[in-house]
Structures are given as structure tokens and as C-alpha cells.
């Protein structure tokens, strides 16, 4: 099993000062860096094999590899067009993609508990999906909306009429086999090819669960704790909200 770390993005919206900006990854808590909590929780669930898209600042990146000394080192791939949509950034690990085994696709701006990663990894392989049912209504979130248990949307806003049983928020984490990793990167191609660079990766990945033909796992994770730090205030609510309640923060011994 492979993971890409999705971690090329300027973090506009934290609103710091130009020259105090840096890769949401290297976010600290408890002396600790997302990145390194990631590292950390992959493999303490037997995932080694990790690759870090990479764009803006990415020395930052290297020099925290360098400090953490994490063998094996996870392979870096640059996006130089980081300023451009995310979509893009999932065009650069295309060989990531499409290597063969199962694939972990994941946000790098997360806090969570551990116990949301092992209901990703955990079991035969499988292509599976997020959900947290506990979500802040708004159009923040990403919404995954299930039918009798079937994917019908994946998106921040709702088309209205639409018809679902459960919505809940996608965590930002995907597992996908090998064939359905194929798929999206085939999808994604299509979108860099026909000018749609400056699009969220998860339209792609909306297509991908729409086109039907392969049944999704859905894991509920509602209850645990996890954030996505977008904004100056999710900075604040991960320590002062999520931190405390983690029962193993991410990899990292208390």
C-alpha cells in the first residue's frame, strides 16, 4: 500500500504575512509537525511506502525530513504550478498512481486521531471512502452523500432536488485499488489535457465515484476527532479542541 501526501499548497486562507508563510504540513502541535504525524501514523499501521506532492517552499519540507531523519525517506514530487488548483498537483503523482497496489490519497492540512487512518487501512484491499456525520452545516465542507449506500455526491455545495440517505463530511482521506487508482489518474489527465488545471482535485474524484461500476466502501468515523485547518480559527480549534482528545495523536507517544 502507497500513500501520496497532497502537500503543494500556499494555505492562503490562513492569512499570514508573506514572509511568515509556510506549508500547512509543517503546522505544529505539541512540538510536533503534521507531516511528521502523518509519517507517523502510517507507519505504525504498516504503510512505508510514502510520496509527498510537494510545491510551494518545498527546501521547508526537505529540511523537516532532514530534521526528523525519517528513513525510508518518502519520495518528493514537485508541482512548480502550485498556485494553480489542486487538480493539477494529482497530475504530478500520476506514477504514484498508477504503480500498481492499493493507494492512499490523503489531505496534508489534517489532525486526527489515529483511529481514522486504521478505518482507511485496515482489511483487504478495498476502495473506501470517509465519512463523518457530526459536520458544521456551510459551504466549507466537502459533503459526501450516500443512497442505500452509494456515492451520489461529493462536492462543497448541493444540487437541489438531490436524493439521498446520509451526508455526512469527507474526511479528505480516499483508499483506492490498484484498477480504480488507474481510473483517477486517467481522469485526471483528462482534466490537465482539456484546461481544467485550476480545478479541486476532489471534482475529479467526485467523477470517479459517479461513473459507477465499482462498489465503495464507506468508513464512519463520526465522533472521532479530526480537523482540516484552513482558516486562522481551525489553527486554534486543533489545539485547543482536537489535540486534547486525540487517544493517540496521529504516531506521536504521549
Same mark, same amino acid.
Given at each position: 500500500?502507497?500513500? @501520496?501526501?497532497?502537500?503543494?499548497? %500556499?494555505? %492562503? ?30 507507519? $505504525? ?24 531523519? #525519517?528513513?525510508?525517506?518518502?519520495? !518528493? ?8 488548483? /489542486? +487538480? &493539477? ?26 483511529? @481514522? ?8 484491499? $478495498?476502495?473506501? %471512502? ?30 437541489? =432536488? %438531490? ?6 463530511? /469527507? +474526511? ?8 480504480? $487508482? ?10 490537465? !489535457? /482539456? ?8 471534482? $475529479?474524484?467526485?467523477?470517479? &465515484? &459517479? *461513473? ?10 463520526? =465522533? &472521532?476527532? #479530526? @480537523? ?10 486543533? *489545539? ?15
Amino acid at each position: 500500500m502507497r500513500a @501520496i501526501i497532497l502537500a503543494a499548497g %500556499l494555505g %492562503l486562507r490562513l492569512q499570514q504575512p508573506p514572509e511568515q508563510q509556510f506549508p500547512k504540513c509543517l503546522l505544529r502541535f505539541q512540538g510536533v509537525t503534521l507531516l511528521e504525524r502523518h509519517l507517523r501514523a502510517l507507519r $505504525a499501521l504498516g504503510v512505508d511506502e510514502v510520496e509527498l506532492a510537494l510545491g510551494f517552499q518545498p527546501e521547508r519540507i526537505d529540511e523537516e525530513l532532514d530534521r526528523i531523519g #525519517w528513513q525510508p525517506r518518502p519520495r !518528493s514530487v514537485l508541482n512548480p504550478r502550485f498556485d494553480l488548483g /489542486s +487538480v &493539477l498537483t494529482v497530475h504530478t503523482m500520476a506514477d504514484a498512481l498508477t504503480r500498481g497496489g492499493d493507494v492512499l490519497l490523503m489531505d496534508a492540512d489534517v489532525l486526527y486521531d489515529e483511529a @481514522i487512518l486504521r478505518a482507511l487501512v485496515q482489511g483487504e484491499s $478495498a476502495d473506501r %471512502l470517509l465519512i463523518d456525520r457530526d459536520f458544521e452545516a456551510g459551504d466549507e465542507p466537502v459533503k459526501l452523500c450516500l443512497r442505500d449506500g452509494v456515492p451520489v455526491e461529493l462536492r462543497k455545495q448541493l444540487a437541489v =432536488g %438531490l436524493q439521498y440517505d446520509t451526508i455526512g463530511e /469527507s +474526511v479528505g482521506f480516499f483508499r483506492f485499488r490498484e484498477g480504480t $487508482a488507474r481510473r483517477l489518474a486517467q481522469i485526471v489527465d483528462g482534466y490537465v !489535457s /482539456s484546461g481544467r488545471q485550476n480545478m479541486p482535485h476532489e471534482e $475529479a474524484v467526485r467523477d470517479l &465515484l &459517479l *461513473e459507477g461500476g465499482r462498489p465503495y466502501e464507506v468508513a464512519d468515523v463520526t =465522533g &472521532l476527532p #479530526w @480537523i482540516e485547518i484552513d482558516f486562522p480559527g481551525d489553527v486554534a480549534r486543533a *489545539e485547543n479542541e482536537v489535540l486534547p482528545r486525540l487517544t493517540q495523536a496521529a504516531g506521536v507517544t504521549r
